[in-house]
């Protein structure tokens, strides 16, 4: 699939993003993408990358059921894409070499953009990149431990902050290592989610590496963002982010664009309804358990009615669901004939926590070769994310 995604259309990818793109949220933005595409007329096969959560290598290795669950399928998803995070060259190797061997994913993604302060206080995420050696251990080895028989990617940030950029560096020893891609979100992990993604490290990084795809993320919030993305980087595709939260068609409207077709109108508030309606009965089937699913429902309420009016009470009762018979009744009190207003549909959504100093390791931008005792602090990362 990765050779005709790269030989013909540029690629979408959705973004992993914890707590959210799970079995349910995957299911609904393929089923939401199509649908807007067939009520125009258009077809096609959907080859978009539709990214699990982030997984921790240790949890993997240890068979954690939870984690176990991240890297768990529906039967009809055409490409099985895994995002695992490590610092560890052997554990992330040995979590590959497991995906693979057990036949458990196609498509590997190696995370190092994570800007969560938990994660780059130990070296971790978008941090561990500043460290040239450790950074080139672990994608060697993931790419080792694939054994050629699925793809490995990876996904950086463009560095801590503006004084320690890494991507460019970082770039070129993923290239060097085989992987099948690069995506860049255009922020430091300083910038976290504020301000404004540049772009131009994008265009910057393409023209680094020639020879490795580049796939383009941040602020795209409509088809028309990632067409402009692709003219203006010269990337090879895009990753979506929170653009889509709420908006699970997205990807179909970028499908149209790239073909050259016209990208389909916003949906109908109607169809919105239902959408919500799909999501949070595919999260209690998911959980097997109602209140847990429409618990984790709660926090799409407000990404779903951006751009439609539903009043403040409805708002704030759909925030605290714990039926879905309570969401029927919240729902069937929205008009479902409202045009959705499209220029507000498409403003940004998701976290915008401004800029932010980033917690690091004691010493860690002394040097950017790993010491040893840097080498046991980033260790702890790992067992901090997987809950050991």
């Known amino acids: 699939m990765f050779a005709d995604l790269l030989s013909t259309n540029p690629v979408i990818e959705l973004a992993p993003m914890a707590g959210v793109t799970n079995r349910a949220f995957r299911r609904v933005c393929r089923e939401a993408s199509t649908d807007i595409r067939k009520a125009v007329g258009q077809t096609d096969l959907d080859h978009t990358v539709y990214v699990a959560e982030m997984t921790t290598s240790q949890a993997l290795l240890m068979r954690h059921p939870e984690t176990l669950d991240l890297v768990t399928f529906d039967s009809d998803e055409s490409t099985r894409s895994a995002q695992l995070y490590g610092v560890d060259p052997d554990i992330v190797g040995a979590a590959v070499r497991m995906l693979v061997d057990e036949d458990m994913a196609d498509h590997v993604d190696l995370n190092f953009g994570c800007p969560v302060p938990k994660v780059t206080r130990k070296g971790g995420g978008s941090a561990l990149p500043w460290k040239r050696d450790l950074f080139t251990s672990i994608v060697n080895s993931a790419v080792s431990n694939a054994q050629g028989k699925v793809p490995v990617t990876v996904k950086m940030r463009v560095g801590i902050d503006d004084d320690h950029i890494t991507y460019l560096d970082a770039g070129r020893i993923a290239s060097q290592a085989g992987v099948t ?36 993320n941040g602020d795209i919030w409509s088809a028309s963002d990632a067409q402009r993305m692709l003219d203006q980087t010269g990337a090879r595709g895009v990753v979506i982010g929170r653009g889509c939260l709420g908006r699970p068609w997205l990807f179909g409207q970028i499908r149209a664009s790239f073909a050259g ?27 097997g358990d109602e209140f847990r699913g429409c618990q984790e429902m709660r926090k799409h309420m407000a990404w779903y009615l951006k751009g439609v009016v539903a009043g403040s009470e409805t708002r704030g009762a759909l925030s605290l669901i714990s039926s879905l018979a309570e969401l029927e009744q919240l729902l069937s009190t929205i008009n479902p004939d409202q045009v959705l207003d499209e220029e507000l549909a498409k403003l940004p959504r998701g ?38």
Do not use: C, F
């Open 181 to 216: 891609w690069v995506a860049l979100h255009g922020r430091t992990a300083a910038q976290y989610y504020g301000g404004k993604a540049d772009w131009n490290t994008i265009a910057r990084l393409v023209e680094h590496i020639p020879n490795t795809p580049v796939l383009g």
């Open 261 to 287: 077709e016209k990208v389909p109108t916003e949906p109908t508030a109607g169809v919105i309804l239902n959408l919500m309606r799909r999501h949070a009965d595919l999260l209690v089937q998911m959980h």
């Open 351 to 388: 976290r915008t926590t401004p800029d932010r100093r980033v917690n690091l390791p004691d010493g860690w931008l002394n040097s950017q070769t790993m010491t040893s005792g840097e080498q046991e602090t980033v260790r702890e990362a790992e067992l901090a994310v997987s809950g050991g």
